[in-house]
């Protein structure tokens, strides 16, 4: 049925869906047709277990399923909850258990979830900018403002921090939410290191903020040791740390979960109007997580993706070399190339008649957009396009730079 | 980590969250130990087609797992969008197609995406009342103030309606949503006959009204003809339509659907920020229709509860006759057992200590609750199990109405 409704949608959206249109501009181009990817953050299908996940289903639907079909509750199913809290409690040195955990359909929905329990429409929510662009949408639907942080090459401006939580005290305004990605952050790749975490967390501690930790690629470090979370430097208090299975396993399971104090995870499941993430999905990876499997896929995962990045990395040194700056990242999906000049929607719109997709820098910034920046993804692209799609990028790239 | 958190929760909390602890009490007790359940709307785990589901899940992972676990889209997968598209235009009578789609988690999501694109703060929403308390929560959950309209034996007093949506349009407010269970309504059973479904439908469409059509049992039918839909009558217009699996497949799947207008579905996925519904489970369950296997489940399935619902009423008609009153419903779940007085509480309390639960009437209403009715649902529970449950239940309410 393609109805013309008679009466004009405007006059029935909730004024955050009006906002979130002035917010954000068209958002990402979908791929068309045959183009070498360097654009998403997803990760390469290679790396899927599908030969054991589809054992996991079965085991689950004939062993479990009159449990894993029926409905769960907010909170998920507590068996995944269990597993998950054994094998955090390790990374981050705490003693957890399913009390801290709320399974959700990836991260994406436990952002959403603190913004729905804690955001009142207008409140203030301070991030990185440049940040990931599908979390300044989640906080604009929720009809609350951004103020972006900017970044120097350890994460935030602790300075400026201070001076907007400061003034926001003096008026009288509660900053409830600090949106942070200190591990190989999404789209600089940048790591927050330990002092810089110590200072955000003292700051957050100071006015009453909660720390939300955004860590969906914390788990694929290719180098050097871990740096210690924000929410294991504060002992588990005012910290929401977000996790997913996507970037892992696979982004289709639509599994992730949010880490935080019992009081917080309850104010959110309280407010929780989905009936939970579905028990079927959150029983088979349980049983993949429980048989060993994930430990194992999670170590050839990173070994894959740091031979990608290596890979990567030494093509952008071979290609752009006196072209553009960029740093190595010690992990994730994300290296952030520096151009000369402000050509990134130049670039992005040539490269992709060339067959090369990547992400112009302006769409990760909430205010004060730069133009001089390409984020490249190296997670999904083939090994063998690698070369072809960095050499056409960097010949589109000189061309461009050099003519302007 | 069991952190008392330094900060009192209150001051974090947005108002949604302090408004719905008002507006909604404790909720529903959880089972305790072995009790026979008649309490929840829950399929029969004897329904869950539990080899087929893990045949498709093999032959999606092996065959179409690249895409099935990778990232799907706010939509949803489209050819499980075709699939419910063709499928759906067949019983309703309408051209559609994927466009007129979104899939969801469950219906329960399908809800919360209506509120969300379309709610402010303080909007009215008018549902029936008594009504599913889990669908107010969820309007409480966006801020929203509702309006229970009492039912007759034909569904929602209209002359009420009118006057509700008179005196608001005199007041100058826009009474966007009004949410309507017209299939064996939740939880009196009643089914709207076709008159009361167009007089509906005209007052919504005068006052530019938004018609939420909560269809979650319309498939199971057990006797007499399909009354067309309001989304139907409406041509597709101004109707939001919410469909699930979870009574027909398994709630375990958290899948469902809503079904609309382009315009409105496109509302409703631009606000969305879970990055859609599992591919995954979505690719399965395309499979499984595309096989037929749905369309013959649905078959067994309603000879299955046609089955269970015959036998309940003939053990109410032995056990309660006299005692209670009942209507029987044409499909669904639900039996709403009306008691000659205001005992409700107490008699879900004492059959709970003889192992019978049942969930009390009052619950229900969002205003004038009335303690009269006790709502049955006949579909979880065992066969064998039935005749046992209605005669202990029936012990327990002549006792303690004799005795008042």
Same mark, same amino acid.
């Given at each position: 049925?393609?109805?013309?409704?008679?009466?004009?949608?405007?006059?029935?959206?909730?004024?955050?869906?009006?906002?979130?249109?002035?917010?954000?501009?068209?958002?990402?181009?979908?791929?068309?047709?045959? /183009? @070498?990817? +360097? $654009?998403?953050?997803?990760?390469? &299908?290679?790396?899927?277990? #599908? =030969?054991?996940?589809? *054992?996991?289903?079965?085991?689950?639907?004939?062993?479990?399923?009159?449990?894993?079909?029926?409905?769960?509750?907010?909170?998920?199913?507590?068996?995944?909850?269990?597993?998950?809290?054994?094998?955090?409690?390790?990374?981050?040195?705490?003693?957890?258990?399913?009390?801290?955990?709320?399974?959700?359909?990836?991260?994406?929905?436990?952002?959403?979830?603190?913004?729905?329990?804690?955001?009142?429409?207008?409140?203030?929510?301070?991030?990185?900018?440049?940040?990931?662009?599908?979390?300044?949408?989640?906080?604009?639907?929720?009809?609350?403002? /951004? @103020?972006? +942080? $900017?970044?120097?090459?350890?994460? &935030?401006?602790?300075?400026? #921090? =201070?001076?907007?939580? *400061?003034?926001?005290?003096?008026?009288?305004?509660?900053?409830?939410?600090?949106?942070?990605?200190?591990?190989?952050?999404?789209?600089?790749?940048?790591?927050?290191?330990?002092?810089?975490?110590?200072?955000?967390?003292?700051?957050?501690?100071?006015?009453?903020?909660?720390?939300?930790?955004?860590?969906?690629?914390?788990?694929?470090?290719?180098?050097?040791?871990?740096?210690?979370?924000?929410?294991?430097?504060?002992?588990?208090?005012?910290?929401?740390?977000?996790?997913?299975?996507?970037?892992?396993?696979?982004?289709?399971?639509?599994?992730?979960?949010?880490?935080?104090?019992?009081?917080?995870?309850?104010?959110?499941?309280?407010?929780?109007?989905?009936?939970?993430?579905?028990?079927?999905?959150?029983?088979?990876?349980?049983?993949?997580?429980?048989?060993?499997?994930?430990?194992?896929?999670?170590?050839?995962?990173?070994?894959?993706?740091?031979?990608?990045?290596?890979?990567?990395?030494?093509?952008?040194?071979?290609?752009?070399?006196?072209?553009?700056?960029?740093?190595?990242?010690?992990?994730?999906?994300?290296?952030?190339?520096?151009?000369?000049?402000?050509?990134?929607?130049?670039?992005?719109?040539?490269?992709?008649?060339?067959?090369?997709?990547?992400?112009?820098?302006?769409?990760?910034?909430?205010?004060?957009?730069?133009?001089?920046?390409?984020?490249?993804?190296?997670?999904?692209?083939?090994?063998?396009?690698?070369?072809?799609?960095?050499?056409?990028?960097?010949?589109?790239?000189?061309?461009?730079?050099?003519?302007?």
């Amino acid at each position: 049925v393609d109805t013309e409704e008679e009466q004009p949608i405007e006059g029935l959206l909730a004024r955050r869906a009006l906002r979130l249109r002035e917010n954000l501009g068209a958002g990402f181009a979908p791929p068309q047709g045959q /183009v @070498f990817r +360097l $654009s998403a953050g997803v990760p390469d &299908p290679a790396t899927f277990p #599908l =030969e054991e996940l589809s *054992k996991a289903f079965r085991a689950v639907l004939l062993q479990e399923g009159d449990q894993a079909l029926q409905y769960g509750g907010p909170y998920g199913y507590p068996g995944l909850r269990d597993i998950l809290a054994k094998w955090i409690s390790e990374r981050e040195g705490l003693p957890l258990s399913a009390e801290n955990l709320m399974i959700t359909n990836g991260s994406s929905q436990a952002l959403d979830s603190a913004c729905f329990a804690f955001l009142n429409p207008d409140d203030l929510v301070i991030a990185e900018n440049p940040t990931f662009p599908l979390s300044l949408r989640t906080v604009y639907a929720h009809d609350a403002r /951004v @103020f972006g +942080l $900017s970044l120097d090459e350890d994460g &935030p401006d602790v300075g400026k #921090l =201070e001076m907007v939580l *400061k003034k926001a005290d003096r008026e009288g305004e509660r900053v409830k939410l600090l949106y942070f990605t200190p591990n190989f952050q999404n789209p600089t790749g940048i790591t927050f290191p330990l002092e810089r975490r110590q200072a955000i967390l003292d700051l957050a501690s100071r006015y009453g903020c909660i720390i939300v930790e955004d860590d969906a690629y914390g788990e694929l470090r290719y180098e050097a040791e871990a740096v210690p979370s924000f929410f294991s430097l504060a002992g588990g208090r005012g910290v929401i740390k977000l996790g997913t299975f996507s970037k892992t396993i696979g982004p289709g399971l639509r599994l992730g979960w949010v880490l935080a104090a019992p009081k917080l995870i309850q104010a959110m499941a309280a407010l929780r109007t989905d009936m939970g993430t579905s028990p079927l999905l959150s029983h088979v990876v349980a049983a993949y997580m429980a048989d060993g499997h994930f430990q194992q896929h999670l170590k050839d995962n990173i070994s894959f993706y740091r031979g990608k990045r290596d890979l990567f990395l030494s093509l952008l040194a071979e290609h752009f070399e006196g072209v553009a700056n960029w740093r190595a990242p010690e992990g994730g999906f994300f290296v952030w190339l520096e151009l000369p000049s402000e050509a990134d929607e130049l670039v992005a719109e040539e490269a992709l008649k060339e067959g090369v997709m990547v992400s112009p820098g302006f769409r990760f910034f909430s205010q004060d957009a730069k133009h001089i920046y390409l984020r490249l993804a190296f997670s999904f692209i083939h090994f063998d396009h690698m070369e072809t799609a960095v050499a056409r990028l960097a010949r589109v790239a000189r061309k461009l730079l050099s003519a302007s």
